[in-house]
């Protein structure tokens, strides 16, 4: 059975390294370049006419625009990341829609990083460009025109959104390549890897999964596994033989487990449907689940996972003959 990767997990590891965007950032600053003397071609031939020589000019262009510019870069990196982490981003759904909600909920940073960063970028642009004669006149006319102002934000703006959304879709991409490889068959390259993945190539589920316990490490078969949740940022399951530490994560086990036994009811836990007994509705739109497997334990579902629900228990119960379902719904909804 083909298991597509259903859940991305962020681990950002290209913006955690964020010397990684120096050819990046390079490439972003010649095209820059090679797209202002194709637009403006009088102003940048009246630019190089104003320095000495062609050494002049790169010279000028490397420590005037280049270099200040790796702190803007350095500096997005940095907002990016604590913006993941403050809204607690830590994976995202495969669909069109949580892909776009992902890219929209960074305009706002985009659009509030000059702020950060124009006091060190346009300062350190002045020492560079202008060592090792500091006029002042010239840093008034030059350079504190673009400082806090609606020209120096237009000005900028475009740059760091073009900066900003090629950071965050590499990383995305490259994440998505890490999860990829961690689904496939071990002995599948990255290619074959996303080859299968686009043409839904049939693969097997995970069945046996490496938990701990107090004497070390140990093997469950996923078919025992009542539950799968994270508690405090650690990974436990609810097996039979009792509940154990696990160490992948929500977003690693959702992608490896047979989606017809196994459903993530939200970003807490992953139920096993064999052994669902009911549900009801609770509050606010939100829904408990029970297992007879886990007494005591109220699973809570938002009401936007209903419909995934319905549709994973029909083709669970379908598949395998089970108890039926019990529906506790005073709000009517079935």
């Known amino acids: 059975m083909h298991q597509p990767v259903k859940?991305?997990?962020?681990?950002?590891?290209?913006?955690?390294?964020?010397?990684?965007?120096?050819?990046i950032l390079f490439i972003i600053v010649v095209l820059y370049e090679l797209l202002?003397?194709?637009?403006?071609?009088?102003?940048?031939?009246?630019?190089?006419?104003?320095?000495?020589?062609?050494?002049?000019?790169?010279?000028?262009?490397?420590?005037?625009?280049?270099?200040?510019?790796?702190?803007?870069?350095y500096i997005l990196v940095i907002l990016v990341n604590?913006?993941?982490?403050?809204?607690?981003?830590?994976?995202?759904?495969?669909?069109?829609?949580?892909?776009?909600q992902y890219q929209a909920s960074f305009l706002p940073l985009f659009l509030t990083a000059?702020?950060?960063?124009?006091?060190?970028?346009?300062?350190?642009?002045?020492?560079?460009?202008?060592?090792?004669?500091y006029d002042m006149l010239r840093y008034q006319q030059r350079y504190l025109v673009y400082f806090y102002t609606v020209e120096g934000y237009i000005s900028y703006t475009p740059f760091v959104i073009l900066l900003g959304y090629i950071l965050l879709n590499t990383s995305l991409?490259?994440?998505?390549?890490?999860?990829?490889?961690?689904?496939?068959?071990?002995?599948?390259s990255v290619f074959s890897a996303f080859a299968s993945f686009a043409t839904g190539t049939p693969r097997t589920y995970t069945q046996l999964i490496e938990a701990k316990m107090?004497?070390?490490?140990?093997?469950?078969?996923?078919?025992d596994c009542y539950l799968f949740e994270t508690v405090s940022g650690e990974y436990f399951v609810e097996h039979r033989t009792g509940r154990f530490t696990v160490s992948k994560s929500l977003a690693e086990l959702e992608n490896e487990l047979d989606p017809q036994r196994f459903f993530r009811g939200n970003?807490?836990?992953?139920?096993?449907?064999?052994?669902?007994?009911?549900?009801?509705?609770?509050?606010?739109?939100?829904?408990?689940?029970?297992?007879?497997?886990?007494?005591g334990k109220q699973l809570i579902m938002p009401r936007a996972r209903?419909?995934?629900?319905?549709?994973?228990?029909?083709?669970?119960?379908?598949?395998?003959?089970?108890?039926?379902?019990t529906l506790a719904d005073p709000q009517g909804n079935s």
């Not at 604590?82 to 776009?100: D, Q, R, V």
């Not at 950060?116 to 300062?123: A, E, G, M, S």
């Not at 509705?281 to 297992?291: A, D, P, Q």
Request: aromatic share 18%.
């Open 267 to 295: 970003r807490n836990y992953i139920l096993n449907l064999d052994f669902f007994d009911s549900y009801s509705y609770w509050e606010k739109g939100k829904y408990i689940l029970y297992s007879r497997k886990l007494p």
């Open 36 to 73: 202002s003397w194709a637009i403006t071609p009088e102003t940048r031939l009246s630019f190089y006419n104003n320095s000495e020589s062609f050494t002049s000019y790169l010279f000028n262009w490397l420590f005037g625009f280049y270099l200040p510019e790796l702190v803007t870069l």
């Open 173 to 188: 991409i490259l994440d998505f390549l890490q999860n990829l490889r961690k689904v496939a068959d071990p002995s599948d």
């Open 114 to 133: 000059y702020f950060f960063f124009i006091p060190i970028t346009l300062h350190l642009r002045f020492f560079l460009r202008e060592f090792p004669e």
């Open 306 to 325: 209903m419909q995934s629900f319905k549709e994973a228990l029909e083709s669970n119960r379908s598949a395998a003959p089970g108890p039926k379902v």
């Open 82 to 100: 604590k913006f993941h982490t403050l809204f607690k981003i830590n994976e995202l759904t495969l669909s069109t829609k949580s892909i776009l």
């Open 7 to 23: 859940t991305l997990e962020l681990n950002r590891s290209f913006l955690r390294k964020p010397l990684s965007g120096i050819a």
């Open 214 to 223: 107090s004497t070390g490490d140990t093997l469950l078969s996923v078919e």
